[in-house]
Structures are given as C-alpha cells and as structure tokens.
C-alpha cells in the first residue's frame, strides 16, 4: 500500500506515481495485482482521514485476515475528552534509567567480529576471497550489475613550465558524469606509473593537487572527483537527506564513492602514457575508507597512502548529516578498515599523520607475512621515498 499527499513538498505526487506505475506492471505479471494499492490524499506531507483509514482496512486485511473497508473501519477519534494525557504517555517518570539498552542496542543485537587470524599467505588469501565475496554480495550489492562504457574523454590539455597535464570525463554509471586532471613532468617519456587521488567533499580548490603532489612517485599525479565532489558536489545541507535515500536503496554515499573509483581505475589504464600494472591510490580523512576497499576489490593496486584514517566505520556521524560519510550497509558484520588495509597485501601501504592504533594490526600481519618493508608510518608523505 502506497498512501502520498498530492501536495507533499518532500516526495511528489508524480515520482509516487511513477513508482507505482512500475511496480503494476510487476505486480501484474506475477499475478498479485490485488496486493498494491495507492491512495492519494489532498493536502501537504501528512496523513488525512482517507490514507488512515485506508492504512487501517489494508492492515485489518492483511494483519488480522479481517475484510473491513476504508469507509467500515473508521478513524481515529480526536475528540479531547478520549485524548490520553501526557502522564500516562510518559515511559519515564523523570530521566531515563542509568541502565537505560536503547543508545547502545545495536551492540547487544550484533557481535562484530574479531580480526581474522592469518598465519601465512595461504591463510591471507583465503581470508580475502571471503572478505571480498561477503563485501560484493551485501555491502556493494548495488553496484551496477553491467558496466556502462566509460566513454572516457579528454576535455582539454595543457602545459605550465615543466608540466603538461588535461582534464578528462567518464562515465562512472548510468546518469553520472564525473570528472578529474591529469599531470606530469614533461621530463617524463614513455608510460609512467599513476597515482590516484579522489578530492574530499567541501575541500579547497588546490588542497587534493597540493596533497598528492607531497608523495614522490616519479610518474602522473590524478586528482579524481568522485561524486558528491566536484563538478557533482552537493551542498552540507543536502547530505543528511542524500545519505537517507541512499540507504532506503541500498547505498551509501561512501559505497557508491567506492564504485566511482573503481571505474577511475580502470580510465587511468586506458589512458595514454599510464603503466596498466602500476596504479596507486593516496587519500585522506574519509576517503581513506573509499580508497581502502577500491584497492581490496580492485586486486591490482600498486601502492595506498592513507593520511590520518579514521579510526573505525564503527562510529556515530553528526545528526544533522554533515562531516564524513563512511558508513556503508553492513560491513561490520565482514571487516573494518584497519582489516581491510591488513588484507591488501603484498600492497605497499604507506601511512601519514594521525594513525589509529587500530592499524597495529596491519603492520604486525605484514610483519608475520615477511614482508614489513612493504608497510610505512611517516609523519607526511614528503618523509616518503620511492624504492
């Protein structure tokens, strides 16, 4: 049952609609048309006497196996004598109890798991293909199941002094155009390594270029606008409802970010003068956890520089929808990102700024992997050299 104001300033009339039309036709071939309704109701967002008692006869119907219709079962009575008071409403007489479960029951319902216990490389790469195959079945569930043509296109090039560089577009999925610059030292000749680095939302004009420029990797530098960034940015106060209806869909802002660079890495190989085999990817603050499973699903990046990476997914965002979004649907349940990082291996990773204790356990599996030269703590990338 579908129950919509035709005047609701949120959800329009024609977009209810709309859903509807195509949820008929489905309905329909399946032989189960009498199971969806639509009811529409004069007025703004909220209810009406005609979507209530609608509500009402469709749970009768289908709750209690009870056929009263909408003009049998009536409404709800206003009246304020029948009005309960705000004492017998009240749960708590003062405060809420100091034992109080609600803030933290999600903790009760869900035991996350413990880091994997790996051993050796056999054990590694078996943690990895379940970590991968859980992370693609839930978690990105709603990545594309086709992969538009990127259509990649260089827009324009250009030289400055020693530099030349361009601003190229491609097609991430269907409807979103996304877009980044390229450079290079003219020095350069014959193909290069690449290093990938997508842009924060809110941040400066020249902070990504600033950023990826510290890290001395001979070779082309990418600043990459993912969406929600760049040309495609949308405003603070657009996030909490963005972040909203991307869940009722099976996204989030971060997993879709993960899906953009994916297909950033693979434009960056078709591109001229790029070493297929040798793209990296640097980020900072919440684009560390986009970058982190764009390299896991990936499963060919060279190299990730991480800067002051948060911490864990496993914690609150600000009510209002602002600040970082790295939640994704139900990867707690499979990882978290200090797991993830671990899981890159044999990945260079290099880490810069404020480092999480959390990451220990990264290091210390590279470590047991014979491979501990492969992983850096640097105060800032300009520390870093290549090897």
């Not at 071939?29 to 199971?35: D, E, F, H, P, V």
């Not at 699903?297 to 990730?304: A, E, F, K, N």
């Not at 600040?323 to 899981?343: F, K, Q, T, W, Y």
């Amino acid at each position: 049952l579908i129950a919509s104001a035709d005047r609701d300033a949120i959800f329009t009339i024609e977009s209810i609609r709309e859903v509807h039309a195509q949820l008929a036709r489905l309905y329909s071939r399946l032989g189960a048309s009498r199971n969806l309704s639509l009811v529409e109701t004069p007025g703004g967002h909220s209810y009406h006497q005609c979507s209530r008692t609608a509500i009402f006869s469709w749970f009768a119907r289908h709750l209690q196996d009870r056929e009263l219709g909408p003009d049998q079962i009536g409404d709800i009575d206003d009246s304020p004598d029948r009005q309960e008071s705000v004492e017998t409403l009240r749960v708590f007489s003062q405060r809420p109890k100091s034992d109080n479960r609600t803030p933290t029951i999600q903790d009760d319902l869900l035991q996350l798991p413990a880091p994997p216990k790996i051993e050796s490389r056999a054990e590694l790469a078996t943690a990895r293909r379940r970590v991968t195959a859980a992370l693609t079945e839930t978690t990105f569930g709603a990545f594309p199941s086709k992969r538009v043509p990127l259509e990649l296109q260089i827009e324009f090039e250009y030289e400055n002094g020693n530099e030349r560089g361009c601003r190229f577009a491609f097609t991430s999925e269907e409807g979103w155009r996304l877009r980044g610059k390229l450079w290079r030292s003219k020095r350069l000749e014959g193909a290069t390594p690449a290093v990938i680095a997508p842009r924060l939302p809110g941040e400066g004009r020249g902070d990504t270029r600033a950023f990826v420029s510290d890290i001395a990797l001979a070779g082309a530098k990418i600043e990459f606008e993912s969406r929600g960034t760049g040309d495609t940015a949308w405003g603070d106060d657009l996030n909490w409802h963005v972040r909203r209806a991307a869940a009722w869909t099976g996204r989030t802002v971060a997993s879709m970010r993960v899906w953009d660079t994916l297909r950033m890495i693979e434009a960056a190989r078709c591109m001229a003068g790029i070493e297929p085999g040798r793209i990296s990817i640097a980020a900072r603050g919440e684009m560390v956890a986009v970058a982190l499973y764009a390299a896991l699903l990936d499963g060919g990046v060279d190299s990730v520089f991480i800067e002051s990476p948060p911490a864990t997914q496993n914690a609150p965002s600000q009510k209002d929808g602002r600040g970082p979004a790295i939640e994704m649907l139900s990867c707690l349940r499979i990882a978290d990102l200090a797991h993830v990082a671990g899981l890159l291996f044999p990945c260079r990773l290099i880490m810069a700024g404020d480092i999480p204790e959390s990451y220990s356990w990264a290091e210390a599996l590279y470590g047991r992997l014979g491979a501990a030269d492969r992983v850096h703590r640097v105060r800032d990338f300009t520390q870093w050299k290549s090897t």
